[in-house]
Structures are given as structure tokens and as C-alpha cells.
């Protein structure tokens, strides 16, 4: 055989990764940790529990032989294996920018088991509102360990925590939720009702929104009560997925299963959003893993076949497309660490708080919305053997929308952007003012900035403009920030093809742009 690549395996995912070293870098972290936990990510061996846990999806156990109720999803062990490495860092309950890089990788490993790791990362600032269930729960929330035993959490090392919000009748619009909570005293409620997507059903808790006398609320719903029964939590079917198929995603319904109160009766949208805001993020930042994935194996690819007597990394049409998609790359990893470092800044810094509240759905909405023809067009890269199920770009394919759909889609960020500026005004015209100055006189950011000025100044029809407006304030903010990070190559030909070419549709359209200073970067491997 000849002229096929070689596999893609054993590539340390932070040391060939230089957009990625370079955002870690700038905020200070620690690259030798990462670098090791690069290596492992892509090591052949986590690759393959990858495929492996994705061809043996989880299955559901509804009953046992007598027909006594399970209700326990059984995972293929390469899950475990996953979930094991991305607790083992910290990715569970660490917050910063080393455990951002990390989880970007761990994407790259394999996406569906980051859902739990999330979820569990998420439930922290949820969990604190209520001191007992905090006493109780953080102690097995802060540990590198990972624990998938199914027991009480009290007899365990570890444990993780899911979400049930989105009902038949409304996922966005959660205030549409009919499921029921009924006050048994004590702070303690029995929340009876139905639930369309659960995922990671075998959490040991769940933040569940509940309609309570006082209004929608968000309650704790533990696995197991604290007399150590099984908790009323009947799981019904698992959905059969595009993709996201080493994650379980149940239907399930709660008879009236014991939970308590996080947060205030009423206020359960307020308080499930200090989870979904750091879900959100999280979408972002697997997104921009997935991108640097589908990268790196076009890249691998390009670099290895030649057709036409050339590699294809040197024949100019492809150079372009390489080069195109590296600017999106780029342009996710500068928006998803700089909105890390804003959210890690925001409790001292009003400025960074107001950037993390209206760029967290922005760069939700652009850096997801981006992934799925990115990574169609890297499957392209890769001609056939793209297509086909031994490659892991099907994989991607599948997965690549539904960062998008959950935890808030795409309209849904455009209207929270919205939302945001119109309810702090100064804040966002503080942004724009940050914008401005970031731009140094750079003319095509200053025009991007002023027309969003004025964009917002006329309130008539913006809702319906919102995904350009959105997307031109994410290329305006994305554009200074590559303007002083990387090579200058990088930063131009952003600026000339996202905030001052005409209409595209396709990767390769970057006429004039410095292809070699663009693409060294994308293939450079320390
Ligand atoms: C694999 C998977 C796992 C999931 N896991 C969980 C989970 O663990 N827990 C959980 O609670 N949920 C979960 N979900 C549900 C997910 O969060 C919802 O599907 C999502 O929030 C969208 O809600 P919906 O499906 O009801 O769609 P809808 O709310 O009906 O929205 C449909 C479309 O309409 C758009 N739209 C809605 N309102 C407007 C508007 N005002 N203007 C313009 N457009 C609008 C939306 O952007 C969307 O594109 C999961 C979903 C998937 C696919």
C-alpha cells in the first residue's frame, strides 16, 4: 500500500497546538500539566475507547428478571475509561483557564462523556444555594476521582450531577414546564411530572426545574434518599441520537420523587441560569476543540496524500481552504479563553463581568454555529476516507450540531445578546468603547464597532437582524483579539475576509491573504 496516511494517533494535543499553547500562555497557566494531559488525549489507546464507546452506546435497564424496577443505564466500559481521565484532571469541578485547555482536549478525546463532566462542573454555584445540600455534596463534587458505582452518594468517593429542564412542550421557553412540586415540609418537596431530554441519567443528583406553589423552581433530586431507597426517578426510553452516542440522553418521569430547594421558591430560571452560563461556555470551548480536531486531521491528511504529483498541502486551491478554516480556528480559541479569563475576572472587574454576560451567548452562538461546516469541510479534506465510519470525522459530523442546539440555541443566544444590552445599556456601549480602543485605529474594526453602534441606537427590526448583528460583533471582537495574538498573517486576512469581504459560503476564499505565514502556524508542533 502507499499513498494513505499514516493513522492519527499519539499526537500530544497541546504541544501541536499553537493557538492553544499561545491563549494558555497569555493567562499564565501551567503547560506542563497540560502537556501531559495532551499526550494522554491523544494517545492511540483514548482514541480508541473513543470509537469503542461510541459503537457500544449505553443501554437502558428498565427492570431485572423478576420485573422489579431498575431504572440504571449500562455504559461500555471504554465510557468509563473516559470519564475516569477527564475527572482525574479536575475537568468536574476546576474552573480557570489550565482546566479550559484541558477541556478543549478532552472534546477532541471524545465529546459525548463531556457532557456529565459539565453538567457536574455547573451544578457548583447551583448546589451552594442551599448550605445542607452543599455541606452534603461538594466534598464528592471537589475530588479527581470518578465513582459510577450505583449507591447512595454518602458511600461514595465521588459523584455527578445532571440537569432536567427541557419538557415535551418546551425546551427554550422552560416557563411552558408543567412538572409538579408539591411542599412536604421541611424544605423538602415531591415533584411529580415528565421530563423529554435527561441526560447522563445515572448522575447521582439532578437540578431539576419544578413548578412549586410559589412558581417555577429549581430543586436538588437525589439519586437515592437519605434513608438510602432508590429516589422515585423512572427513566423511560433513551433517545436515539444523530450523534452523542456514548452519552445516555433519557425521557423520564418523576413520581413524586423527593427534592429540595436551590435557590429561592419562584425564582428557579434565575437560578438554573448560574449553570447554564457556565454550560454555555463549556459549548463553546468543546466547540473550539472539535474545530482544532477536524483541523488536525485535514492538516494530517493534506500533509501525507499527494495527487496529482503533489501533496495536497501544497496544491494552492487547498492551501486556501486550510488556511480559511485555520482563521475560524483561531478565531474560537481567542474569543473562548478570552471569555474564560473575562468570567474568572468578573467577580473584582465590572467591565469583565458586563463582557461575560453579553459575550458568553455571542461567542455560544457563533463558535457553535461554526462547527458543523467546519467540520463537513474537513471531512472533505479527507476525500472518502472522510466518509467513512473508521474515520473519526463521522463522528464529528454527527456531533458537531448539537453544541448549538442545547443549552440555548442559536436564536435564543442572538435574543439573550440582546436581552443583555438592552438591560445594561452602559455596559454594552462600555464594550463597544473597549472594542474601539482595542481596534488602535485599525479601520475596519472601527467601522464594524460603529456600525453596531448604530445598529443598537434604532431598537425597530433588531430582533430580526440579530444573528448578523450577533455575528458581526463576535468577527468585530474576534478581529482585536487576533490582531495582537499570533501572526500578523492571521490577524489581516480575519479582518479582510470576515468584517470587509463580500457574501461566502465555502472555506477558501481569502484572496491576498499570506497562506504560508497561516498555514506554518496551523501546522506548527513543538
Ligand atoms: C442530545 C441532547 C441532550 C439533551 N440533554 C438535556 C438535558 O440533560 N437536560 C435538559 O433539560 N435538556 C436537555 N436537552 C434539551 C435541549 O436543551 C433542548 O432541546 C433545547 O433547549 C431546545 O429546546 P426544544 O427542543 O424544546 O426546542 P424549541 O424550544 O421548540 O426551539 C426550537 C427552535 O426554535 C427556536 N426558537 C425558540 N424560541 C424562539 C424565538 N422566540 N425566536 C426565534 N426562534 C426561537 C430555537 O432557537 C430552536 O432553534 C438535550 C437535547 C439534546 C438534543
Redesign the pocket.
Known amino acids: 500500500m502507499f499513498n494513505q496516511p499514516p493513522p492519527f494517533e499519539d499526537v500530544n494535543l497541546f504541544n501541536s497546538d499553537a493557538a492553544l499553547q499561545e491563549a494558555v500562555r497569555r493567562a499564565g497557566g501551567d503547560v506542563q500539566a497540560l502537556e501531559r494531559f495532551g499526550a494522554t488525549a491523544g494517545s492511540g489507546y483514548m482514541l480508541e475507547q473513543a470509537r469503542l464507546a461510541n459503537e457500544n452506546p449505553p443501554q437502558l435497564r428498565l427492570f431485572d428478571a423478576r420485573g422489579c424496577r431498575l431504572d440504571r443505564v449500562e455504559y461500555h466500559p471504554a465510557y468509563h475509561e473516559l470519564m475516569a481521565a477527564s475527572t482525574g484532571q479536575g475537568l468536574h469541578c476546576e474552573r480557570g483557564v489550565e482546566r479550559a485547555a484541558a477541556f478543549y482536549m478532552a472534546a477532541q478525546m471524545e465529546a459525548g462523556h463531556c ?1 456529565p463532566v459539565t ?1 457536574t462542573k455547573a451544578s457548583v454555584p447551583v448546589v451552594r444555594q442551599n448550605p445542607a445540600i452543599a455541606e452534603a455534596w461538594l466534598g464528592r463534587i471537589f475530588v479527581r476521582d470518578y465513582d459510577p458505582s450505583f449507591r447512595p452518594a454518602a458511600e461514595k468517593r465521588a459523584v455527578t450531577i ?5 419538557e415535551r412542550q ?4 422552560v416557563r411552558a414546564n408543567l412538572t409538579e412540586a408539591e411542599p412536604a415540609g421541611g424544605g423538602e418537596y415531591l415533584v411529580t411530572g415528565h ?6 441519567p445515572m448522575s447521582d443528583a439532578f437540578l431539576v426545574l419544578a413548578q412549586a406553589p410559589g412558581g417555577l423552581s429549581c430543586f436538588f433530586m437525589p439519586r437515592f434518599l437519605p434513608d438510602g431507597t432508590v429516589n422515585a426517578i423512572r427513566l423511560q426510553r433513551l ?1 436515539d ?1 444523530c450523534g ?1 452516542r456514548s ?1 445516555a ?1 433519557s425521557e423520564v418521569e418523576f413520581d413524586r420523587a423527593h427534592a429540595w430547594l436551590a435557590g429561592e421558591e419562584g425564582r428557579g430560571v434565575a437560578t438554573i441560569m448560574e449553570m447554564v452560563t457556565l454550560t454555555r461556555i463549556d459549548c463553546a470551548i468543546s466547540s473550539a476543540g472539535l474545530m482544532r480536531f477536524g483541523l488536525a486531521q485535514a492538516l494530517h491528511h493534506c500533509s501525507h496524500r499527494i495527487a496529482f504529483q503533489k501533496k495536497l498541502i501544497d496544491q494552492p486551491l487547498m492551501r486556501q481552504v486550510l488556511a480559511d478554516m485555520t482563521l475560524d480556528q483561531e478565531a474560537a480559541v481567542a474569543l473562548v479563553f478570552r471569555l474564560v479569563r473575562a468570567f474568572e475576572r468578573s467577580g473584582e472587574d465590572e467591565a469583565e463581568a458586563a463582557f461575560a454576560r453579553i459575550m458568553t451567548p455571542a461567542v455560544k452562538y457563533w463558535v457553535c454555529k461554526a462547527l458543523p461546516g467546519f467540520a463537513y469541510e474537513a471531512m472533505e479534506c479527507l476525500g472518502g476516507n472522510g466518509y467513512v465510519e473508521e474515520s473519526p470525522m463521522a463522528r464529528l459530523f454527527r456531533e458537531s450540531p ?1 453544541n448549538a ?8 443566544m442572538c ?1 439573550d445578546v440582546l436581552r443583555a444590552a438592552s438591560k445594561s445599556p452602559d455596559a454594552f456601549a462600555a464594550l463597544l468603547d473597549q472594542l474601539q480602543s482595542a481596534a488602535h485605529g485599525e479601520p475596519r474594526i472601527t467601522a464594524a464597532v460603529a456600525r453596531l453602534r448604530d445598529r443598537f441606537a434604532k431598537p425597530a427590526g433588531l430582533e430580526a437582524d440579530l444573528r448578523h448583528v450577533v455575528e458581526s460583533l463576535v468577527h468585530a471582537v474576534a478581529a482585536s483579539l487576533l490582531r495582537v495574538s499570533g501572526p500578523a498573517a492571521i490577524g489581516d486576512a480575519f479582518i479582510a475576509s470576515r468584517l470587509d469581504g463580500g457574501f461566502r459560503r465555502t472555506y477558501g476564499i481569502l484572496p491576498g491573504a499570506d497562506i504560508d505565514a497561516i498555514l506554518a502556524r496551523a501546522l506548527h508542533s513543538r
Request: glycine share 16%; proline share 0%; charged share 15%.
Open positions: 457532557c453538567m445532571g440537569m432536567a429542564m427541557t418546551g425546551g427554550s421557553d421530563k423529554w431530554f435527561m441526560s447522563a433517545k441520537k452523542n452519552n440522553s448539537l442546539i442545547w443549552e440555548g440555541s442559536g436564536n435564543i435574543l
